[in-house]
């Protein structure tokens, strides 16, 4: 067990509705990252927060975006959904941003299957 | 840009064979990070090792080892005596420092049978 829980486990929906995933980082970690994991595209980068504010974006589509609350947690929004979305979404925390790195330990995902 | 290469998409032992995964990077960064992940059929991304780009020492933890090498842009990953639990897909990951995101290679799916 990271110490990284992300729900839900499984998501169904159809498409061009919108979702929300959620992530709550391990104690202590400022940081958090979101990954797509498809078939085609592989493990992706998506979007990093640290304490709340956005600090990176990487392959992300205008169709989603994300949050990091105060108390830490964060959240992916995904909408007007395409089957091309179907994904394991994967949330990540580490305790910093940049300069000094530390390692990324992963939540166990959230499978959304669009139909 | 960053890149990382798994050319080996699957590869099938016996239990108690030594097997080695192979991960080649590219990058620009002069210092950069190297990690590998193990994914189970369970879906969840295993943290197993990072190292740092100053720091070719190789390790040993275990059943597993690593081997570094930075004149041929290396980072393997080595199993001995593997058991069936070891089943799982591998990924090998790279980070610079300018800031934080990990870019995977395809990742390298390990079976082991009995």
């Known amino acids: 067990d990271s110490g990284v829980t992300q729900t839900p486990k499984h998501l169904i929906t159809a498409t061009g509705q919108r979702v929300t995933l959620r992530c709550s980082p391990r104690s202590g970690d400022l940081s958090v990252y979101w990954y797509q994991q498809s078939l085609d595209q592989g493990l992706q980068f998506l979007i990093q927060?640290?304490?709340?504010?956005?600090?990176a974006k990487g392959n992300i589509l205008e169709r989603f975006s994300a949050q990091q609350f105060p108390d830490l947690h964060s959240e992916l929004n995904l909408s007007s959904l395409e089957l091309g979305d179907s994904a394991l979404y994967f949330c990540a925390s580490s305790v910093v941003a940049s300069g000094r790195f530390d390692t990324q330990y992963f939540g166990p995902g959230t499978r959304l299957t669009v139909l | 840009a960053q890149k990382v290469t798994q050319a080996q998409t699957e590869i099938s032992v016996v239990e108690k064979e030594d097997v080695t995964l192979d991960c080649v990077y590219e990058?620009?960064?002069?210092?950069?990070?190297l990690f590998w992940y193990k994914q189970p059929p369970s879906g969840e991304l295993v943290f197993l090792i990072r190292r740092n780009s100053f720091d070719e020492q190789n390790e040993i933890s275990g059943r597993y080892s690593w081997n570094f090498q930075k004149s041929t842009s290396s980072f393997n990953f080595t199993i001995t005596a593997s058991q069936v639990v070891d089943s799982a897909v591998y990924f090998c990951?790279?980070?610079?420092?300018?800031?934080?995101?990990?870019?995977f290679g395809t990742g390298t799916r390990l079976l082991v049978s009995p």
């Open positions: 990058t620009r960064d002069t210092t950069y990070y």
């Open positions: 990951a790279l980070s610079g420092t300018g800031f934080q995101k990990l870019v």
């Open positions: 927060y640290y304490n709340g504010e956005e600090r």
